[in-house]
Each structure stands twice: as C-alpha cells, then as structure tokens.
Nanobody
Framework: VQLQAYGGGLVQAGGSLRLSCAAS????????MGWFRQAPGKEREFVAA????????SYADSAKGRFTISRDNNKSTVYLQMNSLDPEDTAVYYC????????????????????WGQGTLVTVSS
C-alpha cells in the first residue's frame, strides 16, 4: 500500500489549503483514513479521520469548525480542506490508513494505523 500526500505549501494566516492523499496498492472500500501533523519539536498529533464505508468523521478540537475531511471512494483519495489557517497550523501533515473501520473514539490513536504517507509541509505565515 502506498499513500501519496500532496497539496501543502505556504499560505498567509486566514487562508485556505486543500490536502489530498491518494491510496494505491489495495482497494479501500473499508477501513479508516486519517490526517496527522507534526510541528517542529512536537509530537505527531491527530487532526481528522474518516471511515471509508460510512463517511463517519472525527476531528481534533483544534480542527473543528475550520477543517473538513472528505473522501472519494472511486479515486481512493481523501481530502483535508483547511480554512482559517493560523501560524499554529504550521506542520508536516501526514495521511495514514488503517484496514480497520474504527469507532470514532479510536480514530485519534496513531498506533492503530497500518500505513503512512510521506508527509506534506504546510507553512502558515503571520
């Protein structure tokens, strides 16, 4: 399985970006896809996740109301629309895939994800 994340870049505070994560190597009709991020000197943290089959979503508190995760089953691609970006959102963003259809409360646990993409850098300037 390969996950290819892209769409990062430099944006001003208050701006928007859309990240994409394309999955290949298997059919993801079930399972869970997540986005995590890691800022310099910090632990990797959960951002959002979505269940392939039902579209059920979970968000970190920092993402609620500003970020939206969605998926396109036909393209095996997951998106993260990020609005009202803040310099605190600056990080490398990673997509991850699990073969398990997780309950919402489990989606933030990065140990449950089986595959990881290479990351895409998001820089928000003030």
């Amino acid at each position: 399985v390969q996950l290819q994340a892209y769409g990062g870049g430099l944006v001003q505070a208050g701006g928007s970006l859309r990240l994409s994560c394309a999955a290949s190597g298997r059919t993801f009709s079930s399972g869970t896809m997540g986005w995590f991020r890691q800022a310099p000197g910090k632990e990797r943290e959960f951002v959002a996740a979505i269940r392939w089959s039902t579209g059920s979503r979970s968000y970190a508190d920092s993402a609620k109301g500003r970020f939206t995760i969605s998926r396109d089953n036909n393209k095996s691609t997951v998106y993260l629309q990020m609005n009202s970006l803040d310099p605190e959102d600056t990080a490398v963003y990673y997509c991850a895939a699990s073969t398990s259809s997780m309950v919402l409360t489990a989606m933030a646990n990065r140990a449950l994800y089986d595959y990881w993409g290479q990351g895409t850098l998001v820089t928000v300037s003030s």
